[in-house]
């Protein structure tokens, strides 16, 4: 019988068929805000399985939603969480479950595609980023507004700044393109500064691996970077094969 994994994110549900090597198949993808998200989500399920692993930064009700529609398909269930080490990687934090656990599994994938220093930034509603040294030892991170987000912030200050729209160029001609220069501009400053304070801590320059619905729009801006649209759910493919021994 079949294995599932779910990314819920803070936007969209990720969700993919674990295979029996452990590669994934195909990614679907669905926005919190379709309609009958919960119908739109059984119709993708098999009518029976027998496991599921979930991973969740969304709120609470919306977890539930999703444990829910998971309950009426699946035997099992299980619940990926943040730990101090898993399949090489330690984390900085004091209290490892005060990380998103999104984080936690783009760290163990990146780990996972090489032992090497690694810079994992995620792009989705917020921008994370996380430092891994080739010990695979967490040395901590940051997080900041998507630029999608500030677009939102913006525009609910200030109607007249539109929420979409426009091209990066270094210096806009027009309010569209200034606003996704300036906050396409911020996110990618955030991540050179970024790379640049890594290269000095660790003495070597890591590699960048960016995830994310938002990673499209920075990647052509970032010659070096490495695009790993389904970089959690790799994660979270090893989690569940480590993680629910714990």
Not at 31 to 54: I, K, Q, V
Not at 213 to 235: I, R, Y
Request: with cysteine; aromatic share 4%.
């Amino acid at each position: 019988m079949s294995r599932w994994i779910f990314d819920l994110g803070n936007s969209r549900l990720k969700c993919a068929l674990l295979n029996d090597d452990g590669s994934l198949g195909a990614v679907h993808a669905l926005g919190h805000d379709e309609a009958r998200f919960g119908e739109a989500l059984a119709a993708l399920l098999p009518a029976d399985a027998a496991s599921a692993c979930l991973a969740s930064v969304a709120s609470p009700a919306l977890t539930q939603t999703v444990v829910d529609v998971l309950a009426s398909r699946f035997q099992r269930i299980s619940i990926a969480r943040s730990v101090a080490q898993l399949a090489g990687v330690r984390i900085a934090y004091a209290e490892p479950a005060r990380l998103g656990v999104d984080r936690f599994l783009a760290l163990l994938a990146a780990r996972a595609r090489a032992p090497r220093p690694w810079l994992v930034v995620g792009i989705g509603t917020a921008i994370t980023i996380d430092l891994l040294d080739d010990s695979g030892l967490h040395r901590g991170g940051r997080i900041a507004p998507s630029p999608r987000l500030m677009r939102e912030a913006l525009h609910q200050a200030a109607a007249q700044l539109p929420a979409q729209g426009g091209d990066y160029v270094e210096f806009a001609a027009d309010s569209h393109d200034a606003l996704a220069s300036g906050c396409d501009g911020a996110a990618l400053g955030l991540i050179e500064r970024s790379l640049r304070e890594a290269t000095q801590v660790l003495g070597e320059t890591p590699g960048l691996l960016l995830h994310g619905g938002g990673a499209d729009a920075l990647v052509p801006h970032l010659p070096h970077a490495t695009q790993a649209p389904a970089l959690v759910l790799e994660g979270l493919a090893l989690w569940s094969r480590a993680g629910t021994t714990l």
